[in-house]
Nanobody, 126 residues
Framework: QVQLVESGGGLVQAGGSLRLSCAAS????????MAWLRQAPGKEREFVAA????????YYADSVKGRFTISRDNAKNTVYLQMNSLKPEDTAVYYC???????????????????WGQGTQVTVSS
């Protein structure tokens, strides 16, 4: 069982920055690929970024590449999403998710993730 709790969301002006955090429970956090996904009003949930268990490999959606950075601290059971140069189209509820299954396909697939946090709202004003 994995519990994920996101924090750090809020209201920011376009061009600003926010840092999201996701605290995970469980002793095996360091084994999991972790990801951030988001859902804007009226839209489907979409992949944002993912990071391998060691932190050595990262994956990004094209829409955030160069602006967002995912990282993790396995000693603190925490994954982060640093968001810079925010745009109004980044407005969404951001979810942290964990892939704990023994078999993996693609970290870009939303279906890959079996544990989710409750989400944190990010609003970017123009």
């Amino acid at each position: 069982q994995v519990q994920l709790v996101e924090s750090g969301g809020g209201l920011v002006q376009a061009g600003g920055s926010l840092r999201l955090s996701c605290a995970a429970s469980g002793r095996t956090f360091s084994r999991y690929t972790m990801a951030w996904l988001r859902q804007a009003p009226g839209k489907e949930r979409e992949f944002v970024a993912a990071i391998s268990w060691s932190g050595g490999v990262t994956y990004y959606a094209d829409s955030v590449k160069g602006r967002f950075t995912i990282s993790r601290d396995n000693a603190k059971n925490t994954v982060y999403l640093q968001m810079n140069s925010l745009k109004p189209e980044d407005t969404a509820v951001y979810y942290c998710a964990a892939d704990t299954a023994p078999m993996h396909s693609s970290p870009y697939r939303i279906e890959e993730y079996d544990y989710w946090g409750q989400g944190t709202q990010v609003t970017v004003s123009s």
